[in-house]
């Protein structure tokens, strides 16, 4: 099975650009979460959770998720997942947080997150 | 299986020359711990502090906390395939400090969370505010990566905690609880009439920071599996886990999982308790169908009527637990799940990412967006300063209706997220919402 | 401290001015109680006082939502209360559904604590997760009893406490609030397990959203033989609404024959529904129920036929019960009529 990913994170971007398909991103988390809707409507399927962490989407500025190569009919256990990540998202208030640079940690929590998976990913 | 677990009252921890436990008092040598603690290369620093119920004391941020226990009897030692051999734990006798726990704290990353407030309104959320917390605070060598400095603090937790469990191993407990599961022939033959019960505990599986491990193994590579309830109990299943601290399972709750007590209280009575079956909580989602398939095909296979499942965290966890519960009950197994709820600060918006018409019964832990108010305390441990309080999860910077959380006088407004196992989605707590 | 200070939201009707017939009426604001509210001033005794009175007609405040509500919140800032008192509507669906919108808005806009009270079946009972809503007795008869439930909590709130959960307070489910339990979770977990696997009843601590969902029926094999039908819960209507279908809460449906129209325009066909900016559906009432386009498949054999009925309602803060009960009445007219599918539009 072929995947891509979706990502507005650099540090993934820097490490797996090349190895396989990152599809960069410089937006919001939330922003990242339409742009998968996008292509869950476009037939596209997730392969790994949009909510993965503990870390809130009014905490992380990044998120990395994991969606089919190929499209195929619309899904929609896929649909249900992203729009409940939306959700979620609209649901946590802004926090003002400026980490400033900060970031790093949110970054290697998020590259962590997807390497988790990949292992799996790799195996089917 | 049996084990009998010798509780040790310990009615108050002092920093003395010789480490022992007497008269129920933990006495501890301080320069002996930080020996010990030393001896990882990637530990720069380390004080150990004392933190005792209804004091004013803040401990922030938290990692870890753990309850002092020893193998008295039986065979394998405390936390197998971590600290010690993997040898099968959970029969014989264990001492337990009751009472007594070891708070490991530092920042590991800069967001890091969790509160433990000995008194005033935050004490009311945290099991830890009515523990005798002795409190590590260590930091790593510059240049240590994070997952390097995770497993250090880790590992010190659990040696310091090993170290003073050993010190009562020669001490006559107080009282003694005996826990026996029969194996699945004899457990039909006793109790022919009652509901075969088993306990699905979900484990948190997704990467650095939010991992758990079983005898060692990374439990995020395992498929779901079987376990006997007094394995637990001796220090099977240990948290990695250092964020989300209003759900997450710290060793100490796995060490006293209360669902494993409360089924050991109702065996033999209302239900036949067959045993634990562990899964993880996975990020692939193909690992999600494959762990609850495996949960739901193990109930079946026990022959079970009804299961529990908890789950430890947010979001992505709502999808593995829902999954559980939808295939066991598929398989005509009842079922009840735990969980928390993230209900937005009014209560107002949907509780979990995940729901279905299956999960007819639901316990709850409570709506971790509440927002509180911790009075000012007037010794911290750790630290918690500004980079502390406002960037924990439940915390802000400036916020239109609360300002930042971290106010002038050293009082904070947070969600209760930020307050360690305010929310725990075993069911250790009393709070609950509705 | 003086007297807590409370703003009373009420419908023509419950200020004594008219019933159906005065529903127009644009909101006003009278200093001190009007009709129900001196039932509260009295539960009310030295602690609290209804200082002014919103009364707003419910058609006018449903047909111009917005606008009304702007209004209505107007009047209720001027008096700086410390709580709002919305209704209570009884079965009333109108005014029920006006209570919650004022009640909702009164938080969020305002940031004064607001709630209403109403009948379990009122369609307002919606806005159960988003406001306070006391469960009242169906008609005004219930006014004391509802009185005495809704007094304490105005109270309660006008001195800026939070509520405990719905069942301690006596409203309604829906919002989620903290408390402490006398037993920890996992205890009350498998007292829940037992009595589930008795057969015995329990109560979910957290029911799970309400999910009515239906099963798709097979596709259609041919839809180019296939007679389908148009159905619509947008409002739309021959112009002038010959049946007064409500702009909200609708009480009916409409059944309109379609026999020979091939487009709607502004000069035949409107909506009449009070939850949206009608201005587009009114320009071009196929922008909501297609006929124009269902025209133009029939032509090029797309579909079999256009059914010669159209079914219409506004689904605005109408009842899930209701709108049930109108839909299997004109299903099986479908049915009856050989209907094979049906599209739905929405809003």
Redesign the interface.
């Known amino acids: 099975m072929g995947f891509v990913v979706i990502t507005n994170n650099t540090m993934l971007k820097d490490k797996y650009d090349g190895e396989f398909d990152v599809l960069y991103h410089n937006v919001s988390l939330r922003e990242i979460f339409v742009i998968v809707r996008d292509k869950v409507h476009a037939g596209h399927e997730?392969?790994?959770?949009p909510?993965?962490?503990?870390?809130?989407p009014n905490?992380?500025p990044f998120k990395t998720v994991?969606i089919t190569k190929e499209k195929g009919k619309l899904n929609m256990d896929s649909v249900s997942?992203i729009e409940?990540?939306i959700?979620?998202c609209d649901?946590?208030?802004n926090?003002?947080?400026?980490?400033g640079s900060?970031?790093?940690?949110?970054q290697?929590?998020d590259l962590?997150?997807?390497?988790?998976?990949l292992?799996?990913?790799r195996a089917? | 299986m049996k084990l009998e677990l010798g509780y040790i009252f310990i009615k108050d921890i002092q920093f003395g020359n010789v480490s022992k436990v007497e008269g129920g008092v933990l006495y501890v040598n301080k320069d002996e711990l930080k020996k010990l603690v030393m001896e990882d290369t990637v530990i720069a620093s380390v004080d150990f502090d004392i933190a005792k119920p209804g004091e004013s004391v803040r401990i922030t941020p938290v990692k870890d906390v753990i309850e002092p226990r020893v193998k008295v009897e039986g065979t394998g030692a405390m936390f197998p395939g971590m600290l010690n051999k993997v040898e099968t734990v959970g029969n014989g006798k264990t001492h337990v400090l009751k009472g007594a726990a070891v708070v490991t704290c530092g920042k590991i990353v800069g967001f890091q969370e969790g509160i433990i407030d000995m008194s005033g309104e935050g004490a009311k959320y945290t099991p830890f505010s009515e523990t005798l917390n002795l409190v590590m605070v260590a930091d790593p060598v510059e240049g240590t990566k994070q997952h390097d400095h995770e497993k250090a603090i880790r590992m010190a937790g659990l040696k310091v905690a090993a170290y003073i469990g050993e010190l009562g191993k020669n001490v006559k407990a107080d009282e003694y609880h005996t826990f026996e599961t029969p194996n699945m022939v004899e457990g039909m033959k006793l109790y022919p009439n009652l509901p075969r019960v088993a306990y699905v505990l979900m484990l948190q599986t997704q990467g650095l920071l939010h991992d758990t491990y079983v005898y060692g193994v990374d439990m995020k590579q395992s498929i779901s599996t079987l376990i006997y309830p007094t394995e637990i109990m001796d220090g099977a299943i240990l948290s990695g886990n250092c964020v989300s601290a209003c759900d997450k399972n710290t060793t100490y709750h796995h060490q006293n999982n209360p669902v494993v007590h409360d089924m050991f209280d109702a065996h033999g009575k209302t239900i036949n308790f067959v045993g634990v079956i562990i899964t993880n909580e996975n990020v692939y989602l193909m690992d999600k169908e494959r762990s609850s398939d495996w949960s739901a095909k193990m109930a079946a296979m026990l022959g079970l009527d009804g299961v529990i499942i908890s789950q430890e965290g947010f979001g992505n966890p709502d999808t593995d637990l829902i999954m559980n519960c939808k295939k066991i009950e598929a398989k005509g197994i009842k079922t009840v799940i735990i969980t928390d709820e993230y209900a937005g600060r009014d209560g107002k918006s949907q509780s979990l990412a995940d729901a279905d018409v299956a999960a007819n019964a639901v316990v709850t832990g409570g709506n971790a967006n509440e927002v509180i108010v911790l009075g000012s305390m007037k010794k911290i441990i750790g630290k918690a300063d500004t980079t502390v309080v406002n960037t924990i999860a439940g915390g802000f910077g400036s916020d239109p209706v609360h300002g930042a959380s971290l106010k002038d006088d050293g009082s904070i407004i947070v969600e209760i997220q930020a307050i360690t196992g305010a929310t725990n989605e075993l069911g250790f707590n009393k709070m609950s919402a509705r | 401290m003086g007297k807590i200070k409370v703003v009373h939201y009420v419908n023509q009707f419950a200020a004594g001015i008219g019933g159906e017939e005065m529903a127009h009426v644009t909101p006003e604001l009278r200093d001190g109680t009007v009709g129900s509210g001196q039932a509260f001033n009295m539960a009310f005794g030295e602690e609290a006082e209804i200082v002014a009175t919103v009364v707003c007609g419910d058609n006018y405040f449903s047909e111009n939502l917005d606008k009304a509500k702007a209004e209505v919140l107007d009047m209720i800032k001027s008096k700086s209360p410390d709580v709002v008192i919305a209704g209570p509507a009884f079965n009333a669906g109108r005014y029920g559904f006006a209570c919650g919108t004022v009640a909702e808005a009164v938080e969020v806009e305002l940031g004064v604590p607001a709630f209403t009270g109403m009948f379990e079946e009122n369609a307002g009972v919606e806005f159960k997760g988003k406001v306070v809503i006391v469960p009242t007795k169906n008609s005004a008869a219930g006014m004391r009893d509802a009185v005495a439930k809704m007094a304490p909590l105005a109270i309660k709130l006008g001195k800026g406490e939070k509520l405990g959960p719905a069942f301690m307070e006596g409203y309604m489910p829906g919002i989620r609030v903290n408390f402490f339990d006398n037993e920890r979770g996992s205890k009350r977990a498998v007292d829940m397990l037992v009595k589930k696997l008795k057969g015995e009843e329990f109560v979910t601590e957290y029911p799970m959203p309400d999910f009515d969902r239906v099963e798709p029926n097979p596709a259609v094999k041919d839809l180019s033989k296939a007679k389908v039908a148009l159905v619509t819960s947008g409002g739309i209507v021959p112009k002038g609404n010959p049946d007064r279908i409500e702009s909200s809460s609708a009480s009916k449906y409409g059944e309109y024959v379609i026999d020979g129209v091939m487009d709607l325009t502004e000069a035949t066909y409107e909506t009449a529904h009070g939850g949206y900016d009608p201005v587009y559906a009114n320009l071009d009432a196929d922008r909501v129920l297609p006929v124009d386009v269902m025209r133009d498949y029939e032509k090029e054999g797309k579909i079999g036929s256009l059914h010669g009925k159209f079914y219409t309602t506004t689904g605005n803060g109408t009842s899930v019960a209701n709108s049930k009960a109108y839909s299997a009445e004109f299903a099986a007219k479908l049915k009856a009529d050989g209907v094979d599918a049906v599209i739905l539009t929405s809003t």
Do not use: C, N, P, W
């Not at chain 1, 997730?46 to 959770?49: A, F, P």
């Not at chain 1, 909510?51 to 809130?56: A, D, E, N, R, T």
């Open positions: 997730i392969l790994t959770h909510m993965s962490g503990s870390v809130k905490e992380t994991f997942l409940g990540a959700a979620t649901k946590f208030v926090r003002d947080i400026d980490y900060k970031t790093e940690d949110f290697l929590i962590s997150l997807a390497e988790s998976a292992a799996s990913l089917f």
